[in-house]
């Protein structure tokens, strides 16, 4: 595995339901809850983000981020960023 889990319990839940019942302690809500990290590029990560009252998942890249509203598209990307990652 080229990346880190850094929360199970979400990672676990996303893949298979909604994580909209996922509580945030207070500094997660201002800057997200960290899901994954790529073991190759430490800019590399996935977050669980609350955007006006709903769960979403953050891509963050060296200086860009990308929003996605379920599980599976932000997984690809992720993974995709990985995999560009493991090709430098």
Aim: hydrophobic share 40%; net charge negative; glycine share 4%.
């Amino acid at each position: 595995m080229n990346y880190r889990i850094m929360n199970k319990q979400v990672f676990e839940q996303a893949q298979v339901r909604s994580v909209s019942d996922v509580t945030f302690t207070e500094e997660e809500l201002q800057h997200g809850m960290k899901i994954a990290v790529s073991k190759v590029d430490k800019t590399l990560e996935l977050y669980l983000v609350d955007v006006d009252g709903q769960k979403k998942f953050e891509v963050r890249w060296d200086d860009s981020t990308e929003i996605f509203t379920g599980w599976n598209s932000a997984w690809e990307n992720f993974t995709w960023c990985l995999n560009i990652v493991g090709n430098e």
